[in-house]
């Protein structure tokens, strides 16, 4: 299979926080390996600015070292690294002050894109578009690029929401959530509506439930000052687990373009139903064997209530998914990582093979990473003599497989998002009312939980999560399906 990639037209992308760990795990690499598919073109400008005050030699042997660590080492050849180090600018900035901004401005060539990249602490946000907008560079045709959070709730939301709309038009605000880049996110969308087999049954009328999983093993790391206050409802739940719900939910956008897509994305979260307090887990997990620490310890905060596991039973109050439970979790240090979306279709109405055949249903598992790919479950007969015994069996794609050598290394989700930007496509990107209304329902989840003084379940490091998550379930008499060791 052929690679198509078209390149785009000349641009400017200034990286605020061009010094910080995703512009050199993610942004600088990402950029790269599209430099390296031919993406780029020559006259492209790529202007890092920060606080300290580097030149442009010294940031580009930063950025060679970020390459070589995280671009992946079989496209990291050094004429390739050259040609792309050259593309580089530096401008030491203070976001909060006057110093660099002059500066900046004057390196924006033109007449092509310019495109603001606030890969900054929230903190600066409104500091940033504040002196794009001062030092004249917020031209009708720029655009910025806002990291998560977005927001701690709907009130900081909206005061973000206000501040960036002081300066830029909905049009120019691209709120990232990377679990939209991510190629086997965007298949969700494919795999509904690029084929006929699906869409007929997508609805209560043949579904169960669905489970989404998004499961971890890494645990805090050193972000802990953020995930305490954040916890696992605001770090995942509010925005990834609530964007692949939209996907898998959604009704059928009229066209994949940036406001058909968001406004039936918003229409999903706009009829979650409120969560009953005993249809959710919070879970926090504990130390293993002394071989990692644990929750506590990792945020040196010995008595946090914080919750590192959130599973819940959700249900969306419309005409396609009345009576069809979701269920959604996710958690850091489980026994392996693993996203997975599994849609459980209801048993066949009646067995003409009787009893002793068993009850057998239809899964569609989808998984999101690793080892993306789609199983479909099916029900056949099990082979040799004595009668009708139905077993059930995978027909199993792993895209990787079925896609060749271009399956196997699809595009970073920010490689495809950045993509984006310059090519000014928001469809993967959240709009503004749709991020409000995420907060919207989960702040009242949030605030029930601190009303109640609720305290996360202890989880042992290396599990599946706390066993009320497992009860959430086999109450309803069902299990989760999806994290394998
Ligand atoms: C981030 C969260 O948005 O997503 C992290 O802040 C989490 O806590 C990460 O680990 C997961 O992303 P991925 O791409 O590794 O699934």
């Not at 795990?25 to 390996?33: A, E, V």
């Not at 600015?49 to 080492?73: M, N, W």
């Not at 390739?80 to 004057?106: H, S």
Request: hydrophobic share 40%; proline share 7%.
């Amino acid at each position: 299979m052929v690679s198509r990639v078209i390149p785009v037209d000349p641009f400017d992308l200034v990286i605020f926080g061009g010094t910080g760990d995703l512009a050199r795990r993610k942004i600088l690499p990402g950029l790269f390996r599209r430099f390296c598919a031919g993406q780029i073109p020559d006259a492209a400008a790529i202007i890092a600015a920060a606080r300290s005050p580097h030149s442009v030699d010294e940031y580009r042997a930063l950025t060679a070292d970020a390459i070589r660590e995280f671009s992946g080492v079989a496209l990291c050849n050094d004429d390739r690294l050259q040609a792309f180090l050259k593309r580089l600018d530096y401008v030491p900035i203070d976001a909060r002050g006057i110093d660099g901004w002059a500066a900046l401005a004057a390196r924006l060539s033109p007449d092509r894109v310019h495109a603001f990249y606030f890969s900054v602490g929230p903190g600066l946000f409104a500091d940033l578009a504040e002196r794009i907008h001062l030092h004249g560079m917020a031209s009708p045709d720029c655009r910025i690029v806002v990291e998560k959070p977005f927001g701690h709730d709907l009130a900081s939301a909206r005061d973000l929401n206000a501040t960036l709309a002081a300066h830029f038009d909905e049009g120019q605000i691209y709120r990232i959530d990377h679990y939209l880049g991510k190629e086997t996110v965007q298949n969700l969308m494919a795999i509904r509506f690029g084929n006929m087999l699906f869409e007929p049954l997508w609805n209560s009328q043949y579904v169960d439930h669905i489970q989404v999983t998004v499961a971890e093993t890494v645990g805090v790391g050193g972000r802990g000052e953020y995930y305490d206050r954040a916890g696992a409802m605001r770090d995942m739940m509010q925005n990834h687990l609530m964007q692949l719900l939209c996907l898998i939910a959604m009704e059928p956008p009229a066209k994949f373009d940036p406001d058909a897509v968001r406004d039936e994305k918003l229409k999903v979260i706009r009829a979650l139903d409120p969560v009953e307090p005993h249809h959710i887990v919070r879970g926090q997990y504990e130390a293993l064997d002394g071989e990692h620490p644990g929750y506590r310890e990792a945020v040196n905060q010995p008595r946090s209530t914080t919750e590192s596991y959130v599973a819940m039973k959700v249900h969306i109050s419309n005409w396609r998914w009345a009576g069809t439970p979701f269920y959604l979790r996710t958690g850091k240090r489980l026994v392996a990582r693993s996203s997975v979306i599994n849609v459980m279709f209801k048993d066949a109405p009646h067995s003409i093979f009787g009893p002793e055949a068993g009850r057998h249903a239809n899964l569609l598992s989808i998984r999101l990473q690793p080892n993306e790919g789609i199983t479909l479950q099916v029900t056949i007969k099990e082979p040799g003599p004595g009668g009708m015994r139905l077993v059930d069996v995978p027909l199993d794609m792993t895209f990787a497989e079925a896609l060749g050598p271009e399956g196997e290394d699809p595009p970073d989700a920010y490689e495809r998002l950045i993509m984006d930007v310059i090519r000014g496509n928001q469809t993967l990107f959240m709009r503004g009312d749709e991020v409000e209304a995420a907060w919207a329902w989960t702040d009242p989840i949030i605030a029930g939980w601190q009303a109640r003084g609720e305290v996360p379940k202890p989880y042992d490091s290396g599990s599946v999560g706390p066993g009320d998550a497992d009860l959430l379930m086999k109450r309803d008499h069902r299990e989760w399906r999806g994290i394998k060791p």
